[in-house]
């Protein structure tokens, strides 16, 4: 079993930034890839960024991409999505998502392990 809790969270105004963090634990996770996916309401689940948990294998998606970066954070043993240039449109449910998986990193339904997701606001 792993367990994700993402934190970070919040209200903001256009332009600004946060930083989300999903915390790991659970068993070994060297073989597993971390995603983080949003959803908004009426809305499907969208896939934001992966990386692998020992580096690597980063994939930002095209709407996020030159805005939000994904790194990992080894003392906190967390991987964190960077959002700056935030945009209403942004506003949604951000989740962190983990599986033992080589494929269809960027499909929700292929990831075993999910967290409680985190709200992000984005005013306009």
């Known amino acids: 079993q792993v367990q994700l809790v993402e934190s970070g969270g919040g209200l903001v105004q256009a332009g600004g930034s946060l930083r989300l963090s999903c915390a790991a634990s659970g068993r070994t996770l060297s073989r597993y890839v971390l995603g983080w996916f949003r959803q908004a309401p009426g809305k499907e689940r969208e896939f934001v960024s992966h990386?692998?948990?020992?580096?690597?294998?980063?994939r930002i998606a095209d709407s996020v991409k030159g805005r939000f970066t994904i790194a990992r954070d080894s003392a906190r043993n967390t991987v964190d999505l960077q959002m700056n240039g935030l945009k209403p449109e942004d506003t949604a449910i951000y989740y962190c998502a983990a599986g033992d998986i080589l494929g269809g990193l960027n499909i929700p339904s292929t990831y075993s392990y999910w967290g409680q997701g985190t709200q992000v606001t984005v005013s306009s």
């Open positions: 990386m692998n948990w020992t580096g690597g294998n980063i």
